[in-house]
């Protein structure tokens, strides 16, 4: 080895990360930090390659931190225009090999010279995806099972006097039966509820993995630097007067959190209610009840809004595989909820109540593949008005923090509800019945005027009410009195006795036109509700389709619903989730002809002269050309003489528009339409003034409007909707987070209004959909790789029957901030 110099390290230590970038891996311990592994690129002479190197400490080989740098660096350099990372290492390396190989991308392999030389795109592909996803999720479970199934618990905090969080925390891990060693810590070390009690974590004995700390925040660094050390690696911090301060205490907030990856353990917290896990009869939380165990994992962003949910899904029957209050989520998610859940047997449903989002794209890929299997029902508050933003494109002013929440949802089959009552009515119907197989209902009642508001609500929530079949109407009638009805909704009358139920619910059942049914019971004389719950239960047992008792008694009963309304509509959720089952997975469009090198340059040189702008249409044009996006042929003019050439070049009839950019064209006549002769090119050009811009005259088509808005939380939202004029009037743009599948642009293109426009409204010709969602895919694409897009409207696009032409573009660029690098892991 030459000596080590500061020529010879400079590239690495001070990296311009265009032509060279490098990144250390830091391993924590008594004496701090140490660099342990180092990883590295150098851009080669074709410029869209680089060499990448790797050196990690020979006592932490094989444990993923090449492939975790690897992963960073790829997308790094993948942000800087590198497009290819080649490498040489030696054959008896294998280790080094391997990092490559398991990382999930495509790797190229040729022997040379000794060496073998490998090539690989570094773009991130659905496998790699897959790939870093599997890794992801392995790690996230193993490092949250000391949560949820602790063998020792120290509660830091914990004093005897009654009435203080600590003291009341730790007796509910006391009284709820923890399975394993509980150690009350407290400055006295004073015995709390019967147990020993300590003065310091250091003084327990035996091994703790997991530390409840609930002490001033002023002290919370210090004792969770003590149990880190001692080894612990779960910390739950209840403590406020963290980042829900301000600037004082988010600064705290982040010292906390740099401390427990330093020593790589997890967080929940802080300023959070705790954790709950009926797996080790846990309940680390503050909470004045006790968890009934269940079926239902729970997670909430507000600890008091939490256990108001918990004290209404305790009072239906419904119980808990785990309850976790995430308070200002530092470190644990509901992201890394998700991924524990999955696996965790005793869960069958999640449920969420979020605040806010930190990696939405994250949580959309976790809950996409989780939903799968297990329903995910979540509130999410903060998304009306003060969401929204001023914005000067249809598309911008058409999104919103509302349209990215319902997109997200929407694509990852999550069950969104709007109250409590409708998330535990929704938990309860999931959590206990089977999934509909459709959107068809029969309603079963004692009272006709209940029956029909029922019919209503079920149509509300996207429900019908089919024509019973002869068969069944032929049954009914034999079991029903006279005056009964046996048409849908079906009438019993009010003196319906608990066995007429218990007859006629298993007709409604075997009727292959039937995919659910509600039962309705208004209490009458000498008909007890009891005995009709036990009817239904009887007569419901067996079913593969869900029953919904509405018992409308003053004391209600277990599995009930209160309301007819209530029931349509967790009916009416569960249906939309067996139709998302239903929805194929979706796979990313495949795009040629991109130029993605030269469309950043567009951007870059338009930021060169701003730090927020809108491009000229010259700039703009470029750069959707770099995508591959179809747009009119169309000049620049300096002024009316140049105008009345470049449409003669064009050939007649032309527009004519004004060339300022980002001007809204219409509502300032800045455009002028069918132009026939060089004199109206003229005249058009002198009203308008200043530059313009000639166009060839495109007829016909259907008007649409396609665009990009990038969301500071979300990312980029892909939008499509009606253009022209009626952009705002009608509105109705559905969004899609980027990115967008072949699924999510399908529905996008036939969805809705648009859909109808799509496919011809009343005779007019209709456009070409899979042109169309093309279009979506590279608009999704750029999205993606260029975040400097702020809004991008192409409005009106013109849909024609066979292909598109976008017929005018703003685009505005806006310099981004620097984020933080979300974590990985």
């Not at 109808?756 to 790789?785: H, I, W």
Request: aromatic content about 6%; glycine content about 10%.
């Amino acid at each position: 080895m030459p000596a080590l110099t500061p020529g010879l390290v400079g590239n690495v230590l001070e990296p311009d990360w265009i032509e060279r970038g490098a990144l250390i891996g830091t391993l924590g311990g008594g004496d701090g930090d140490r660099v342990v592994a180092v990883a590295a690129y150098d851009r080669l002479r074709d410029p869209i390659k680089a060499e990448v190197s790797f050196a990690v400490a020979d006592e932490l080989q094989g444990r993923g931190i090449g492939t975790r740098l690897l992963e960073q660096l790829a997308g790094i350099a993948a942000r800087r225009g590198i497009e290819r990372f080649v490498a040489e290492v030696l054959p008896e390396n294998v280790a080094m090999l391997r990092v490559f190989s398991d990382a999930g991308f495509d790797v190229a392999r040729k022997l040379d010279q000794g060496a073998v030389e490998l090539e690989f795109a570094i773009a991130p592909s659905e496998a790699y995806r897959a790939r870093v996803d599997e890794r992801d999720h392995a790690a996230v479970v193993a490092s949250l099972r000391p949560f949820f199934e602790p063998e020792s618990v120290a509660v830091l905090g914990a004093s005897p006097r009654p009435g203080s969080i600590g003291g009341e925390l730790f007796r509910n891990i006391v009284a709820g039966g923890f399975r394993g060693q509980a150690y009350p810590v407290n400055r006295s070390g004073e015995a709390v509820a019967g147990v020993d009690g300590y003065t310091s974590i250091e003084q327990a004995p035996g091994e703790v993995e997991l530390a409840v700390v609930c002490l001033p925040a002023e002290l919370v660094l210090d004792v969770s630097e003590a149990a880190l050390r001692r080894g612990v690696r779960a910390l739950c911090v209840i403590s406020a007067g963290f980042a829900e301060l301000g600037p004082e205490g988010a600064e705290l907030q982040d010292r906390l959190l740099a401390l427990v990856r330093t020593h790589g353990a997890r967080l929940i917290g802080p300023n959070c209610l705790g954790i709950a896990s009926s797996a080790a009869d846990l309940n680390a939380t503050f909470a004045p009840y006790a968890f009934p165990p269940g079926s239902i994992g729970f997670s909430s962003q507000s600890g008091a809004l939490g256990l108001a949910l918990l004290e209404q899904a305790s009072a239906r029957g419904l119980g808990f595989s785990s309850f976790v209050s995430v308070g200002n989520k530092a470190d644990v998610s509901s992201n890394d909820l998700l991924e524990y859940w999955e696996d965790d047997p005793a869960t069958a449903v999640v449920l969420l109540y979020l605040e806010s989002f930190g990696n939405p794209t994250r949580f959309g890929r976790i809950a996409r593949r989780v939903a799968r299997t297990k329903p995910i029902l979540a509130m999410k508050s903060g998304v009306t008005g003060a969401g929204s933003r001023a914005a000067s494109s249809h598309t911008a002013a058409l999104a919103g923090s509302e349209a990215a929440v319902s997109a997200l949802f929407r694509q990852a089959g999550v069950i969104r509800c709007a109250t409590f009552e409708e998330l535990v009515d929704v938990a309860a119907l999931l959590s206990a019945q089977p999934p509909p197989r459709g959107p068809r209902v029969a309603v079963l009642t004692n009272a006709g005027g209940l029956g029909i508001l029922c019919a209503d609500a079920c149509d509300a929530a996207g429900l019908e009410l089919p024509q019973l079949s002869e068969a069944t109407r032929v049954g009914l009638a034999a079991v029903l009195p006279p005056e009964a009805s046996a048409a849908n909704p079906v009438d019993m009358l009010g003196s319906a006795p608990a066995g007429l139920y218990e007859q006629a619910l298993p007709l409604l059942l075997a009727d292959p036109a039937v995919d659910a049914v509600v039962v309705i019971f208004v209490p009458a004389a000498r008909v007890r509700v009891d005995d009709v719950a036990a009817a239904i239960t009887r007569a419901g047992s067996g079913t593969d389709k869900p029953v919904l008792p509405v018992l409308m008694s003053a004391n209600g009963a277990p599995g009930s619903f209160a309301y007819p309304e209530s029931a349509a509509r967790a009916l009416g959720r569960a249906a939309e989730r067996a139709e998302w089952l239903r929805r194929p997975v979706g796979a990313e469009i495949a795009v040629d002809r991109i130029d993605a090198r030269g469309a950043a340059e567009v951007v870059a040189g338009a930021l060169a002269r701003c730090d927020d702008l809108w491009m000229t249409p010259e700039e703009a044009r470029r750069l959707l050309e770099a995508y591959g996006v179809h747009l009119v042929p169309e000049r620049s003019a300096a002024d009316p003489g140049e105008a009345a050439a470049a449409a003669a070049e064009l050939g007649f009839p032309v527009v004519v528009k004004t060339a300022e950019p980002g001007a809204h064209k219409t509502e300032q006549g800045g455009v002028a339409l069918d132009l026939a002769g060089p004199d109206e090119v003229r005249e058009a050009a002198e009203r308008i003034g200043g530059p313009v811009v000639v166009q060839a005259m495109v007829k016909g088509g259907v008007e649409l409007l396609a665009g990009i808005v990038q969301d500071p939380v979300f990312g980029p939202l892909v939008a499509f909707g009606p253009g022209g004029i009626f952009a705002e009037l009608i509105g109705e743009a559905r969004f899609c987070l980027a990115p967008v599948t072949d699924v999510d642009a399908q529905e996008l293109v036939h969805g809705g209004k648009v859909g109808r426009l799509v496919a011809g409204f009343r005779g007019r010709p209709g456009a070409d959909a899979s042109v169309l969602a093309g279009l979506l895919a590279r608009l999704s694409r750029l999205g993606e790789e260029l975040p400097e897009i702020a809004e991008l409207d192409l409005n009106p696009v013109l849909g024609l029957e066979q292909g598109y032409v976008a017929v005018d573009a703003r685009i505005r660029v806006r310099r981004p901030s620097p984020a933080a690098t979300p974590k990985t892991w």
